[in-house]
């Protein structure tokens, strides 16, 4: 699988993560040790963290939330 094609199979499956309210697949993905910044500047910091904040989320404010790609593109920073 190409480099463009791995990101946006990537992406996707993060949407249908989200959509279907399943933290383990959101999850899965990130490293260890990974760093996840939310849209409302709230920082994890493992994977784990990273996890039970999507699965509280799903049960609450995110409970509703339905994501749909429109478009997608992929620019790479060199």
Not at 16 to 25: G, I, K, V
């Amino acid at each position: 699988m190409d480099r463009h094609t791995a990101t946006v199979a990537s992406l996707t499956s993060g949407i249908d993560a989200r959509n279907d309210r399943n933290a383990d697949q959101l999850a899965a993905p990130f490293e260890k040790d990974a760093e996840f910044v939310n849209v409302s500047g709230l920082w994890w910091h493992d994977r784990g963290a990273i996890h039970r904040a999507h699965e509280d989320g799903f049960d609450t404010i995110l409970s509703e939330l339905k994501i749909t790609l429109l478009e997608k593109q992929v620019k790479w920073i060199s």
